[in-house]
């Protein structure tokens, strides 16, 4: 154990794989984008894993990897349980961090927003995508709640799926939000850790100021 602990602390990355630019635009979702683009085309390692952070009702914060499905003009889009943890702490507190993070690239995407409900139309399309072992998983899992044994939750999958044998409807309960960004950071990872961190910060007036910030 003490040899792999030495080893990490020895191990110095480089940090090489690239640069910010002095163009970055007067708002940040075509820099948020390109970003996002490259990460898939690269391909980065699960490029569309996003940590969300949220404000527990216990007063904590709590992240957890989820899965962004959609980059819209306003915002970025996840779904999940809306009964879930973070479904309830969004609903008490919709301030919400998101982190993007591809060491592949040597980059970071900090977001902080407020999360919204999107149009029920929009989980409706986005759920038809979705297998149909995952479309019963969103009627059988009470997420986030005690689960007495793997058998309980299983015989709930058995149970909707003799109930809805053809055709599967999104739940109620079931569907996507929207991170609105007020403050963006993108890092990119530079030499001697002199790296470039972008800030775009949404100002009253709805226009976004842009500045850097010391790595």
């Known amino acids: 154990m003490d040899d792999i602990l030495k080893a990490i602390r020895n191990d110095h990355h480089q940090f090489d794989q690239g640069k910010l630019e002095e163009h970055f635009g007067d708002e940040p979702f075509k820099l948020l984008s390109r970003w ?12 569309n894993a996003m940590i969300v952070s949220t404000i527990g009702l216990d007063g904590f914060p709590r992240s957890r990897v989820v899965y962004w499905k959609e980059l819209l003009e306003e915002g970025i889009v996840f779904y999940t349980n809306y009964l879930s943890d973070k479904g309830k ?23 902080s927003g407020f999360a919204e409900k999107v149009p029920t139309e929009m989980s409706d399309a986005y759920f038809e995508s979705r297998p149909r072992g995952s479309k019963l998983g969103a009627w059988a899992s ?19 799926s003799e109930q809805f044998p053809e055709s599967v409807p999104r739940p109620e309960h079931w569907g996507g939000y929207i991170i609105k960004p007020v403050n963006v950071e993108f890092w990119q990872g530079r030499a001697s850790r002199l790296h470039d961190r972008i800030v775009f910060n949404l100002k009253p007036d709805h226009s976004w100021e842009l500045y850097r910030k010391n790595p």
């Open 142 to 160: 009470h997420q986030s709640e005690l689960l007495v044994s793997r058998e309980e939750l299983e015989a709930r999958v058995a149970a909707f």
């Open 89 to 111: 702490a969004i609903e008490a507190n919709p301030k919400v961090h998101a982190l993007l993070y591809w060491p592949e690239m040597e980059r970071q995407i900090s977001i």
């Open 36 to 47: 996002l683009r490259e990460a898939i085309e690269k391909p980065a390692t699960e490029p």
